[in-house]
T-cell receptor, first 114, second 115 residues
Framework: GENVEQHPSTLSVQEGDSAVIKCTYS??????FPWYKQELGKRPQLIID?????GEKKDQRIAVTLNKTAKHFSLHITETQPEDSAVYFC?????????????FGQGTELSVKP | NAGVMQNPRHLVRRRGQEARLRCSPM?????VYWYRQLPEEGLKFMVY????????ESGMPKERFSAEFPKEGPSILRIQQVVRGDSAAYFC?????????????FGNGTRLTVT
């Protein structure tokens, strides 16, 4: 089945700097890659997603890139703010025998220092 | 739209008791997913259901755990004879189609503590 690896597990940046989180997936048939943000004690919330027919998608300070050949995708946050501090999860779905379920990476705890 | 509703928010059970976790999906969503999250860990897939059908239960422990999504009413995740290792946050998510076609919307979770 699908396996999603996420790095780094923790990331600390200064306010205003950029943050990059990287994920790799194993199933070449996966075609949908969302990113979720989870604040402490709260539910995961979708922040951006990308499908395999595009290589990049941007929404204000957040962008996601996808390299299908290498089977990896990345989240880029520019001009980070303290409220960006949270755990971020990448995920993948649509692969062979995945049956429509979403498989998550292990998470990255982002800390933005003022 | 009220969003995905889970209850209870917190549940305390003694070892050997049963835990019942409920999830009402968003209106119009017929696909329900359950995930387990241990402290400071990721979201582990447990089971995927559509109305009255279990589509994929590959992440569910073979014993003590069961799930259902009846024609009427919420989806239920049932844990029998709970043990301390079952303590975790259990999140339900729903979507109008399968996860490869539409985003999952998560509930606020049920935090189960087994004493």
């Amino acid at each position: 089945g699908e396996n999603v690896e996420q790095h780094p597990s923790t990331l600390s940046v200064q306010e205003g700097d950029s943050a990059v989180i990287k994920c790799t997936y194993s199933d070449s048939a996966s075609n949908y890659f969302p990113w979720y943000k989870q604040e402490l004690g709260k539910r995961p919330q979708l922040i951006i997603d990308i499908r395999s027919n595009v290589g990049e998608k941007k929404d204000q300070r957040i962008a996601v890139t996808l390299n299908k050949t290498a089977k990896h995708f990345s989240l880029h946050i520019t001009e980070t703010q303290p409220e960006d501090s949270a755990v971020y999860f990448c995920a993948a779905s649509g692969g062979y025998n995945q049956g429509g379920k979403l498989i998550f990476g292990q998470g990255t705890e982002l800390s933005v220092k003022p | 739209n009220a969003g995905v509703m889970q209850n209870p928010r917190h549940l305390v059970r003694r070892r050997g008791q049963e835990a019942r976790l409920r999830c009402s999906p968003m209106k119009g969503h017929s696909h329900v997913y359950w995930y387990r999250q241990l402290p400071e860990e990721g979201l582990k897939f447990m089971v995927y259901l559509q109305k009255e059908n279990i589509i994929d239960e590959s992440g569910m422990p073979k014993e003590r755990f069961s799930a259902e999504f009846p024609k009427e009413g919420p989806s239920i995740l049932r844990i029998q004879q709970v043990v301390r290792g079952d303590s975790a946050a259990y999140f339900c998510a729903s979507s109008p189609q399968g996860a490869e076609n539409s985003p999952l919307h998560f509930g606020n979770g049920t935090r189960l503590t087994v004493t």
